[in-house]
């Protein structure tokens, strides 16, 4: 997403903008909801969709290479998943961790191909993907904590965006993404720190940690913006892909989310 754009869209890109976030926060929310088989089969078909556009992002590669860097994130995410949702989630781990490499080292054996991209697509993208489903079906996280996560990401976009557009003012990191304020970075983590405090309070967390919390998140959800504008402005395009009316591709409407989503995980992990 871009969280803190100065410049304006006009009301039909906004409007589509909102029309296409709602489509996506429903079938999110019905999907967590859910669980089952309905919320793998979403991750696995948002990987495969991200591996895209990814491996768009790399310019100059063969087709050999280009096939690689989608993939090892659909492959290795794919497997990830999979033990996941068969109960074995420690497989995760080692399969993208030693998968990651093994990936990288068949991309240096290609002409064309891209051996460190390769490995951080299987990792970037797999490893994210794999937390969420994890998160969803540990007994300390579940559909609330999943839910929790997304609207204070949600609230991240949405109010950096917001603040952005009002108040304009210094860019954040011209050299990188020229749109992005530090009026929009200020707004986003105020509400991200709200939607995190009211939100805890509903599942029965400690609000004032809640909110401290979605504020965390919210400067590690704009750190990944702006790592994904780095890799547009790289590459020599505007968006990602154009999947998404009024967002672009799938990474630019989930670049806060996945290293968020890390985050998340890996503080479960350590409180449990």
């Known amino acids: 997403m871009a969280p803190g754009r100065a410049e304006g869209g006009g009301e039909p ?44 992002l790399v310019p100059h ?28 989630g420690w497989l995760a781990w080692p399969i993208l961790l ?27 993208l797999g490893a994210p993907a794999a937390v969420v489903l994890w998160l969803r079906q540990d007994p300390r996280g579940g559909a609330g904590c999943v839910l929790w996560l997304l609207a204070v990401v ?16 210094p860019r954040l990191a011209p050299a990188i993404s020229p749109g992005k304020t530090w009026a ?14 009211v939100g805890g309070a509903l599942l029965g967390w400690p609000w004032a940690a809640a909110g401290g919390l979605g504020a965390l998140l919210a400067f590690v959800a704009q750190g990944g913006d702006l790592f994904e504008s780095w890799l547009k402005r ?11 009316p009024g967002h672009g591709g799938i990474l630019d409407r989930i670049d806060g989310l996945l290293p968020a989503a890390l985050v998340l995980g890996l503080l479960v992990a350590l409180g449990r």
């Open 13 to 56: 890109a906004l409007a589509a903008r909102i029309a296409s976030g709602a489509v996506l926060a429903a079938l999110a929310t019905g999907a967590v909801l859910l669980g089952g088989l309905v919320l793998p089969l979403l991750l696995l078909a948002g990987l495969l969709l991200a591996a895209r556009e990814w491996a768009a």
């Open 61 to 88: 590669t063969s087709p050999e290479g280009r096939a690689l860097l989608i993939g090892a994130p659909a492959l290795l995410g794919g497997a990830a998943i999979a033990a996941v949702a068969t109960g074995a």
């Open 98 to 124: 030693f998968g990651a490499p093994l990936a990288a080292g068949l991309a240096a054996l290609l002409p064309g191909g891209v051996p460190h991209r390769t490995a951080l697509g299987a990792l970037y």
């Open 154 to 169: 949600a609230a991240t976009d949405t109010l950096a965006y917001a603040t952005g557009r009002t108040i304009g003012g």
């Open 184 to 197: 929009g970075l200020a707004g986003g983590v105020t509400g991200a720190a709200l939607v995190g405090a």
């Open 234 to 244: 790289r590459a020599g395009v505007k968006d990602s892909g154009a999947l998404l």
